[in-house]
């Protein structure tokens, strides 16, 4: 069993950043592919970044690409997700979550074992 804890959220500007952090309780860690998610009022979870074990691969939803970067410390068992030019739209609950089968990194969130709590983050206009 692998615990995660996302923190960084929080309230910010249209244009401002935020970086959030993934934290787990397990060695292993270091091994599975980890996903960002997020979760917007009365709207389905939609990937937003993922990334595989040795941090070589990353991938990214197109509404987030040149804005974002997924990134990991697999000495501190920690992803980290980089939030730049915010915008209203990437208001949302946001999650990690951790796959400790596959080599590369799956975008969709049934591929994976592990879920945080979530984090909120909100981008005012």
């Known amino acids: 069993q692998v615990l995660l804890v996302e923190s960084g959220g929080g309230l910010v500007q249209a244009g401002g950043s935020l970086r959030l952090s993934c934290a787990a309780s397990a060695r292993t860690f270091s091994s599975y592919a980890v996903g960002w998610f997020r979760q917007a009022p009365d709207k389905e979870r939609e990937f937003v970044a993922a990334?595989?074990?040795?941090?070589?691969?990353?991938y990214y939803a197109d509404s987030v690409t040149g804005r974002f970067t997924i990134s990991r410390d697999n000495a501190e068992n920690t992803v980290y997700l980089q939030m730049n030019s915010l915008k209203p739209e990437d208001t949302a609950v946001y999650y990690c979550?951790?796959?400790?089968?596959?080599?590369?990194?799956?975008?969709?969130?049934?591929?994976?074992?592990?879920w945080g709590q979530g984090t909120q983050v909100t981008v005012s206009s």
């Open positions: 990334i595989n074990w040795s941090g070589e691969s990353t």
């Open positions: 979550a951790a796959d400790p089968r596959r080599v590369g990194a799956s975008l969709l969130w049934y591929d994976y074992d592990y």
